[in-house]
């Protein structure tokens, strides 16, 4: 193997045959995959925050805000909105003045945590040799 090559090992090699196991070699990806429908939902930029967050117990919209702080109020409106379109977050109205909202995790949303927990902590194993390669790339750019 030459620098830089990783050497895969057989429960991932297996792994990674049986998650493209439907796809011929050459084929275009489908439009439609759903890897690439929920990659584009919990891909962005909040909503593994926001579902990280809500992972904790139901929380009110600005508990939320309080959270994530350098999410503005027009995306967290938005991000929230969208999450509760795919049926992983729930929101509650109470009829109080001024009426307050409450989010919380659904029984779907619930079930990517386990998923989304283990993305997270390959993030914080490999945050370092990303950018140490970033860097490296970067500078023999």
């Known amino acids: 193997m030459g620098q830089g090559e990783a050497k895969v090992t057989a429960p991932a090699f297996d792994a990674t045959v049986q998650l493209f ?11 439609q995959c759903p ?6 939902r919990i891909g962005d930029k909040w909503s593994t925050l926001i579902l990280g967050t809500l992972a904790t117990g139901p929380h009110r919209f600005s508990a939320v805000q309080r959270a ?23 929101r509650t109205v109470f009829p109080t003045k001024p009426p307050s909202v409450e ?14 927990t283990s993305l997270v902590r390959w993030a914080n194993q490999s945050h ?13 750019s």
């Open 103 to 116: 989010y919380r995790l659904t029984p779907l949303g619930v079930t990517i945590l386990e998923p989304l």
């Open 128 to 140: 370092a040799a990303i950018r140490e390669a970033r860097l490296a790339f970067d500078q023999a």
């Open 35 to 40: 890897v690439r429908d929920v990659l584009d």
């Open 68 to 90: 994530i702080p350098d999410i503005s109020k027009r995306m967290l409106t938005q991000t929230l909105r969208d999450l509760e379109r795919d049926g992983l977050i729930a």
């Open 21 to 31: 196991a439907d796809r011929q070699p050459g084929q275009p990806v489908d439009p």
